[in-house]
């Protein structure tokens, strides 16, 4: 189980952190990652982090958004700043298992490749 935290209503220039906590299994040896989907597209992948702590972004949120873990409190976060409208999204936190290629791991932000999903947390950044 999946559990986000932390969306909120922001001015643009802000600034949130959301957390995901799992329960049942741990994150240390999984794909982690934070999607988001807003009225009327697709979930996309926001930015994921592989279990030695790699992590991918996509473009929009390079420099803006952070993404962490605490493996020994099973948490994920998401440190949001210099929040734009077009930031303004329900954010869901979402597991999957590990990518194996020649004895590496990686994650994707693609979301065919993760299995668990949280009930998500709105964000919304207002101009």
């Known amino acids: 189980q999946l559990v986000e935290s932390g969306g909120g209503s922001v001015q643009a220039g802000g600034s949130l952190r959301l957390s995901c906590v799992a329960s049942?299994?741990?994150?240390?040896?999984?794909?982690m990652g934070w999607f988001r989907q807003a009225p009327g597209k697709e979930r996309e992948g926001v930015v994921v982090?592989?279990?030695?702590?790699?992590?991918t972004y996509t473009g929009s949120v390079k420099g803006r958004f952070t993404i962490s873990k605490d493996n020994a409190k099973n948490t994920l976060y998401l440190q949001m700043n210099s929040l734009k409208p077009e930031d303004t999204a329900m954010y869901y936190c979402?597991?999957?298992?590990?990518?194996?290629?020649?004895?590496?791991?990686?994650?994707?932000?693609?979301?065919?490749?993760?299995?668990?999903w949280g009930q998500g947390t709105q964000v919304t950044v207002s101009s």
């Open positions: 979402a597991s999957g298992p590990l990518i194996w290629a020649d004895s590496s791991s990686y994650c994707l932000r693609d979301r065919s490749f993760y299995n668990y």
């Open positions: 049942g299994y741990t994150i240390r040896n999984s794909c």
């Open positions: 982090i592989d279990s030695d702590g790699s992590t």
